[in-house]
């Protein structure tokens, strides 16, 4: 039900696909009900290396800076935080950083360059738009702008039901507190690191109290904690050696369910 991930002409290769594997993973316990497939659907969670990310040290950052990280698929999901991207225009000493992609009302993609946005001039020195680059310098390239804290805004909708929270994760890992929405995986876990925004006054309330340094220190720590004790791929391993190593058998070509397609 998200328009920008429609891809119904490949759903009969998926359904193929599933009947075909020994094992499914996924990250949402709401996703692995819908696929269907119980008796070999394993949820693990999300996970990374701490070590790979560095921890912000917020009383020495001298910009407050608002970072959402995403694909173009989050478009309308955006458009929630409107209210609180019109507050931070308006504020002196606050940016805003998007990376991999950014509303279109800042600027556009480059004609030359593939995938790369392109952000309005009128916006110079307010807002700031990363390309995607590879995982390996990924947290490198993030803890360079030192951002301030992060916002993750959600719909509720199939689509983000299916989705798991990592954007969290990889913030708190930086020691970044997080601004969500009380959906979906924002919702299901971790709710007590979490600062909730359901409605337009709410995103820009938490930002103005994020504004604290001590206050980004103290709950950045508490993240960066939940993830070396919870998320730490070290940690996650196992439940990855069970999914790939069970001794469930291949099904055969004639137990595929039927269907019409390519």
């Known amino acids: 039900d998200n328009p920008a991930q429609a891809v119904p002409e490949q759903m009969y290769q998926i359904e193929r696909a599933l009947d075909f594997v020994s094992a499914i993973?996924?990250?949402?316990?709401?996703?692995?009900?819908?696929?269907g497939y119980p008796a070999k659907t394993h949820v693990i969670p999300n996970c990374l290396d701490p070590a790979m990310w560095s921890v912000m040290d917020h009383?020495?950052?001298?910009?407050?800076?608002i970072m959402w990280s995403g694909s173009p698929t989050h478009e309308r999901d955006l458009q929630l935080l409107d209210p609180l991207?019109?507050?931070?225009?308006?504020?002196?000493?606050?940016?805003?950083?998007?990376i991999g992609a950014m509303p279109t009302r800042f600027g556009r993609k480059d004609k030359l360059e593939r995938g790369v946005m392109m952000v309005n001039p009128a916006y110079s020195g307010k807002v700031i738009c990363l390309p995607w680059t590879a995982t390996a310098r990924y947290p490198a390239t993030i803890a360079a702008w030192a951002p301030s804290v992060a916002v993750c805004p959600l719909r509720d909708n199939d689509f983000n039901l299916s989705r798991s929270n990592f954007k969290a994760v990889e913030s708190w890992a930086m020691g970044l507190p997080v601004i969500a929405s009380?959906?979906?995986?924002?919702?299901a876990t971790d709710d007590d690191l979490m600062c909730y925004a359901d409605s337009a006054d709410a995103w820009i309330a938490a930002a103005k109290m994020l504004r604290d340094a001590t206050t980004r220190q103290h709950l950045g720590a508490l993240g960066r904690k939940r993830v070396e004790e919870t998320y730490d791929i070290r940690k996650v391993v196992p439940q990855w050696e069970n999914a790939l190593t069970g001794n469930v058998?291949?099904?055969?070509?004639?137990e595929f369910r039927t269907g019409s397609g390519v």
């Open 25 to 35: 993973t996924t990250t949402a316990e709401f996703l692995a009900n819908k696929l």
């Open 59 to 65: 009383e020495k950052q001298e910009s407050f800076r």
């Open 85 to 98: 991207f019109d507050w931070a225009l308006a504020e002196t000493g606050v940016q805003l950083v998007f």
């Open 182 to 187: 009380r959906v979906g995986p924002y919702a």
């Open 249 to 254: 058998p291949l099904p055969v070509a004639s």
